[in-house]
């Protein structure tokens, strides 16, 4: 019988405020299944920053396969990310801003591509999937007022 060969992913790591992560993944992973070599952190703001660092470099040491590790966090200036961008660097990539379309695109982009490339890839997905509801169904043509 041949040995199933493991696949190497890019880790990823959703870190947020509150319970904002695990709640974002929950929702993902609802969608497209389960998400393989991916962590949570929620930041209870009362902790110390110290073992916040700490948490997130056990988090990254555990989803690193070799293939590096994505961080996404909840807001950019906000406590998870400024932790986060202590790591940035040749193995983490750090998004600011995760929205569930990342998540889901995610799931199936970890495998062929570099870090780099995802992170990029991400980024602009992220972006392309927030909408303005009104100004989509102008062009559709079905913003009908309901006064």
């Excluded at 509150?18 to 709640?23: M, Q, R, V």
């Excluded at 949570?40 to 056990?58: A, N, R, S, W, Y």
């Amino acid at each position: 019988m041949a040995r199933e060969e493991r696949k190497e992913l890019i880790g990823i790591i959703v870190i947020s405020h509150c319970d904002l992560a695990s709640e974002l993944v929950r929702v993902a992973e609802l969608i497209v299944g389960t998400l393989p070599n991916c962590k949570t952190i929620c930041f209870d703001m009362h902790q110390p920053v110290e073992e916040m660092t700490k948490q997130l470099k056990g988090a990254i040491k555990e989803v690193d396969q070799g293939k590096g590790v994505l961080i996404l966090t909840d807001l950019f200036g906000g406590t998870p990310a400024n932790i986060s961008l202590a790591f940035v660097g040749p193995r983490v990539e750090v998004i600011c801003g995760v929205n569930l379309p990342m998540l889901i695109r995610l799931a199936g982009l970890r495998e062929a591509d570099s870090l780099a490339e995802v992170a990029s890839i991400i980024k602009e997905y992220g972006k392309r999937h927030i909408s303005l509801a009104s100004e989509v169904l102008a062009r559709s043509g079905q913003n009908q007022s309901h006064s």
